[in-house]
């Protein structure tokens, strides 16, 4: 599928890779730049044979430098009701993907692209990479889950700090408080994402998803649901062929071959 604001490639078996694609307004995401995330992000969930998702920001300067300003300042409270609604379905939506989703940050992740660095499983970030809410800068609050987002990830202190002062955290702060995971020389981000990916791509794709599903939805349960949860996943396992091809795999000292069944 052609998009005119995005790029959705396919690297390697199993690894997609999308790239927001409007470097002139350096990512900025507009209605029609969401509608097609929406479209991206749903042909990544339909394919089987997804492994991974990279995410990440065309050109040098930019991951995605925020929700579009120029076509926001007009909007009426009704048009801000609908955009921030579809932020927000874009970002659930990510979240939802069955397979991890990586955020490879090369630059301004602000605003709305800072909540779609959130919205990812991780962050892996460029040295040049710059985080951070300035909405307040704006006259407005964030509206495509920053606010909530922020704060699971580092901590009430910390989003109420930044999504009040609109203040912004370069790499190795980001990488301090868990906005990122690992800091990367520019030039080398696509290769480590791409090395991340195919390490999860060569993992047993169920377990990879439950894993993650266990991880999320534990983010919204108390301890021992979240633990109940994890073992009628951990038992589900036992009735698939990668629990029995990986645990084989380990005792005959070879390497497995994972079919996702
Ligand atoms: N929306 C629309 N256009 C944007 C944009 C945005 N969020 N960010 C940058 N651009 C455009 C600029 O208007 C400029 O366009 P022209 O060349 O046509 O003038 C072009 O991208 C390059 O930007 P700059 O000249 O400003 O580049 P810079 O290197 O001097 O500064 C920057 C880079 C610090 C990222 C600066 O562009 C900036 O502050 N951008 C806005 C960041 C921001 O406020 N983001 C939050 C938006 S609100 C939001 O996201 C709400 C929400 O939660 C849903």
Redesign the pocket.
């Known amino acids: 599928m052609n998009y005119e604001n995005l790029l959705l490639e396919q690297p390697a078996p199993g690894i997609f890779c999308l790239t927001v694609n409007r470097p002139?307004?350096?990512n900025?995401?507009n209605a029609a730049t969401l509608a097609e995330l929406a479209q991206a992000i749903a042909a990544v969930s339909a394919n089987t044979a997804a492994r991974v998702l990279l995410i990440t920001g065309a050109g040098d300067?930019?991951f995605v430098?925020?929700?579009?300003?120029?076509?926001?300042r007009d909007m009426t409270e009704e048009q801000a009701l609908a955009?921030?609604q579809a932020?927000m379905s874009v970002m659930h939506a990510l979240e939802a993907l069955p397979v991890p989703v990586i955020g490879l940050v090369n630059g301004?992740a602000?605003?709305?692209?800072c909540?779609l660095a959130l919205a990812c499983d991780w962050v892996i970030a460029s040295e040049r990479a710059v985080f951070g809410?300035?909405?307040v800068?704006?006259g407005?609050p964030?509206?495509?889950g920053?606010t909530q987002r922020l704060l699971r990830r580092v901590g009430t202190a910390r989003a109420l700090e930044l999504v009040t002062t609109g203040r912004q955290v370069r790499a190795d702060e980001a990488l301090r408080i868990g906005l990122a995971t690992q800091v990367v020389a520019p030039d080398t981000l696509m290769e480590c994402g791409l090395s991340a990916a195919r390490t999860i791509a060569a993992k047993g794709p169920l377990a990879v998803r439950d894993a993650k599903r266990a991880v999320q939805q534990g983010q919204s349960l108390g301890l021992a649901e979240g633990c109940a949860l994890e073992t009628a996943l951990f038992a589900a396992a036992f009735g698939t062929s990668d629990q029995r091809e990986g645990m084989g795999a380990f005792l005959d000292k070879r390497a497995p071959q994972f079919s996702g069944r």
């Open positions: 002139k307004a350096l900025a995401l300067k930019a430098a925020g929700a579009d300003i120029a076509a926001m955009f921030s932020g301004y602000l605003g709305g692209g909540e809410q300035p909405e800068n704006l407005i964030p509206g495509f920053g």
